[in-house]
């Protein structure tokens, strides 16, 4: 129940295409939603974020889709850019003694062919 | 990443030895994580601090312990290293509420044979 699935485990797409990444959850106690992007010998970084009172949100090039009563959520970068290529990861959030305590997916790399 | 620094960077060890990896930040931020990275895993969590001297389980903490003694220190050790344990080890903070997200740092890479 404290897993949440992402896929898929590797994605190409052509530049100026819409890469779409899809996650899914069962504890309904999670309650942030984090997607993280990472470059290699890099951590991870914060991209975006949602929380499950709202249906989407929107920063630039990526959108976050949020689905409660399906518990799925999905990230998608419009006009694909080369420099998109990393790998990202969704996460749900607990909070615990008010740290969150993040569940990560298992991982998704992105490549943009130019 | 500012903030937040990760050593060392690097390091090999043989199986059975204890490792210290050390987190350091400058943020004061209260709550600190220590997360493993594997393929196919995504991030694991190990261990978090919710403030001096204050930690606790995550996921996958056999075999680890943590120590916070100072709000910028946090130290992952590993009693007896096994290869098992060989993976890349990321830190990261937060601030207090539940919307602000972590920051991490850059990462050890940790090798045991």
């Known amino acids: 129940q404290q897993q949440v699935k992402q896929s898929p485990q590797s994605l190409i797409v052509q530049k100026g295409g819409i890469s779409i990444i899809n996650c899914a959850y069962e504890?309904?106690?999670?309650?942030?939603f984090p997607w993280y992007q990472q470059f290699p010998g890099k951590g991870p970084a914060l991209l975006i974020a949602i929380r499950p009172d709202v249906s989407e949100k929107k920063e630039g090039r990526f959108t976050i889709s949020f689905n409660k009563s399906a518990k799925q959520f999905s990230l998608h970068i419009m006009d694909s850019q080369p420099g998109d290529s990393a790998t990202y990861f969704c996460?749900?959030?607990?909070?615990?003694?008010?740290?969150?305590?993040?569940?990560f997916g298992q991982g998704t790399r992105l490549t943009i062919n130019p | 990443d500012a903030g937040i620094t990760q050593s060392p960077r690097h390091k090999v060890t043989e199986t059975g030895t204890p490792v210290t990896l050390r987190c350091h930040q400058t943020e004061n931020h209260r709550y600190m994580y220590w997360y493993r990275q594997d393929p196919g895993h995504g991030l694991r969590l190990i261990h978090y601090?919710?403030?001096?001297?204050?930690?606790d389980k995550g996921e996958v903490s056999d075999g680890y312990s943590v120590s916070r003694s100072k709000t910028e220190d946090f130290l992952l050790t590993l009693e007896s290293a096994t290869s098992s344990q060989t993976s890349v080890y990321f830190c990261?903070?937060?601030?207090?509420?539940?919307?602000?997200?972590?920051?991490f740092g850059s990462g050890t890479r940790l090798t045991v044979v």
């Open positions: 601090s919710y403030g001096v001297k204050d930690t």
């Open positions: 504890n309904t106690a999670f309650d942030y």
């Open positions: 990261a903070i937060s601030e207090a509420g539940v919307y602000y997200g972590y920051t």
């Open positions: 996460a749900a959030s607990l909070s615990l003694q008010g740290a969150q305590k993040l569940v």
